[in-house]
């Protein structure tokens, strides 16, 4: 009986640091340190710009992603600082390469989550370090990755007008694997850093296990559009998110209402992205006339 007790703890101990069932499948955590000189590992989206960093990972088999996990560090560590990071964009890439530019369209799966309308993305910060997690299985679906080497791109979005030296946000440094970060800033440049810190959690998925590999479709559409002033998102699902941008990149709407109303804003190209219940995204461009 005293062993069966033994047993019970160990398996409970083990439930909980391996998460019921999820395993690391890829880490570059171990040798977490500071990026020297601060400017190659910056990777920000903001008003004014848009720093995207991508590094390459591997998966042995075919495996079912669950969480990612990225450490970073946002200027000086104060609490004010962490408030000023109000969401994540996320690219998973076929292969590591830079022969395409980096768009949704060229992705095998593309995030933007925006913190106050995703359950699943977390931030916390202790000490210097930041962590911002993306729970996948809390977007309401299934990614299933084969065997195989992938890109991953991802960048924190600000709420700051410009970069001063005190609230730039920059990805430390992780234990080199495969091919160097490179940075996206309307093309690819390398920052010479080797590879940044950040990891994959999940399990492997057995042969028979048949499932969806990416995000759902939104079945979804925007209407008119072109438009005078507002724009109607039809849609089935259940919208959690709704962000638009003008053409300069700058947000100018948050919300979750299927009426978009643009009236007050001048004419032009704006883009919008609607995240609904199930995870699936719409990324569409609207044209104010």
Same mark, same amino acid.
């Given at each position: 009986m005293i062993i069966k007790g033994y047993l019970v703890l160990l398996c409970c101990c083990l439930q909980v640091i391996?998460?019921?069932?999820?395993?690391?499948?890829?880490?570059?955590?171990?040798?977490?340190? =500071? @990026?020297? /000189?601060?400017?190659?590992? !910056?990777?920000?989206?903001?008003?004014?710009r848009e720093l995207i960093i991508m590094d390459d990972f591997k998966l042995s088999k075919k495996s079912q992603i669950t969480q990612f996990t990225?450490?970073?560090?946002?200027? =000086? @560590?104060? /609490?004010?600082?962490?408030? !000023?990071?109000?969401?994540v964009r996320l690219y998973i890439l076929r292969g590591f390469t830079t022969n395409h530019p980096l768009s949704e369209a060229t992705s095998l799966s593309y995030f933007e989550l925006i913190r106050e309308y995703t359950p699943g993305l977390k931030i916390t910060q202790q000490g210097d370090q930041i962590t911002i997690g993306v729970d996948i299985k809390s977007l309401g679906f299934d990614m299933i990755l084969e065997a195989g080497t992938y890109g991953i791109a991802f960048a924190p979005i600000i709420a700051t007008e410009e970069m001063p030296p005190d609230k730039v946000w920059y990805w430390y440094q992780g234990t080199d694997y495969g091919a160097e970060a490179v940075v996206w800033n309307g093309s690819w440049s390398a920052p010479g850093s080797g590879s940044v810190a950040f990891s994959i959690e999940g399990k492997k998925?057995?042969?028979?296990?048949?499932?969806?590999?990416?995000?759902?479709?939104?079945?979804?559409?925007?209407?008119?559009?072109?438009s005078y002033d507002v724009f109607k998102i039809s849609t089935p699902k259940e919208i959690v998110s709704v962000v638009v941008y003008n053409g300069n990149g700058q947000l100018v709407l948050q919300n979750k209402s299927e009426?978009?109303?643009l009236s007050a804003f001048p004419k032009g190209i704006y883009w919008i992205t609607v995240i609904c219940n199930d995870g699936?995204?719409?990324?569409?461009?609207?044209?104010?006339t």
């Open positions: 391996c998460g019921y069932g999820q395993e690391v499948l890829f880490s570059t955590l171990d040798a977490v340190r =500071k @990026p020297v /000189p601060l400017e190659p590992n !910056l990777s920000t989206i903001t008003n004014t990225f450490i970073g560090q946002l200027g =000086k @560590p104060t /609490p004010e600082n962490i408030a !000023l990071i109000k969401g998925v057995k042969k028979t296990l048949h499932t969806q590999e990416i995000a759902p479709a939104v079945v979804a559409k925007v209407c008119p559009n072109p009426t978009i109303d699936g995204q719409l990324r569409e461009k609207l044209i104010k």
